[in-house]
């Protein structure tokens, strides 16, 4: 541990010398640096799924990065250091962990947690950060929606809700008003996402696999054209199409 503390402590030279002597490091703000921490975090996610140690070492250490540059920021204001982000950290960590730390059973932990959690909030849609990915954020409001009872009864009923909203969305198409276009592809979208919360997958994860398919599937198509000299924009969409059932039965 020792180790690790004293490679810590380097680290926190490191920014705080940054801070005084980098032009580019010392105009930076909590504002300035909050893309740079959705990309870190992100590309983190990438290494992971890539299972490639080096870069998520990589990636861990630029994430860390920005926890302490904005830990850094924040002791330049008087506001707070590193020391006082681990050590609330800590407290929360042994808080939430009765079962580890005191006597509690697993299961009474859990459940007094989310009891706690929502005895120390006036609204049960409180705490769910505005900036998450679209749709990870609405399955996370669905989620507490259906906690607090305010969900469909059954499956059935909120298939009729889908093919209402499809219905409504083809209304919207008719009349030609993007206004109402937007509001009721987003009504649609979001009872989608509440399908995905009823049937246990993560809106986000099955939206980014498909994602995967349509560049696995289109890379084979574009690999098919240029063996024949061709590019996409050059053949029919029927021969597309083609190439696209071919990519799909290769998997």
Request: glycine share 4%; with cysteine.
């Amino acid at each position: 541990m020792a180790e690790e503390g004293r490679a810590f402590e380097e680290l926190l030279k490191v920014m705080e010398r940054l801070r005084r002597d980098c032009p580019w490091d010392r105009e930076q703000t909590h504002e300035s640096l909050k893309k740079y921490l959705i990309e870190e975090a992100y590309e983190l996610l990438d290494a992971i799924d890539e299972r490639d140690d080096r870069k998520l070492k990589e990636e861990l250490g630029d994430l860390l990065l920005q926890v302490v540059f904005h830990a850094q920021i924040a002791k330049e204001r008087d506001a707070f250091g590193v020391k006082e982000v681990i050590d609330e950290l800590i407290n929360k960590l042994i808080e939430r962990h009765p079962h580890v730390f005191g006597s509690a059973k697993p299961e009474e932990a859990l459940k007094n947690w989310e009891k706690r959690k929502l005895e120390k909030r006036e609204s049960v849609l409180e705490g769910i950060p505005k900036h998450l990915p679209a749709l990870m954020r609405s399955q996370k409001i669905q989620e507490k929606l259906a906690q607090a009872g305010f969900t469909f009864p059954s499956d059935e009923e909120l298939f009729s809700k889908i093919e209402e909203e499809l219905k409504e969305l083809k209304q919207a198409l008719k009349r030609k008003n993007p206004k109402e276009l937007k509001h009721e592809l987003g009504d649609l979208l979001t009872a989608l996402v509440e399908l995905a919360r009823r049937l246990g997958l993560d809106a986000e994860e099955t939206l980014q696999e498909a994602n995967d398919r349509l560049i696995r599937r289109f890379s084979f198509v574009e690999r098919k054209l240029k063996e024949q000299g061709r590019k996409p924009s050059e053949v029919s969409l029927e021969e597309l199409e083609a190439l696209w059932r071919e990519a799909k039965k290769s998997e």
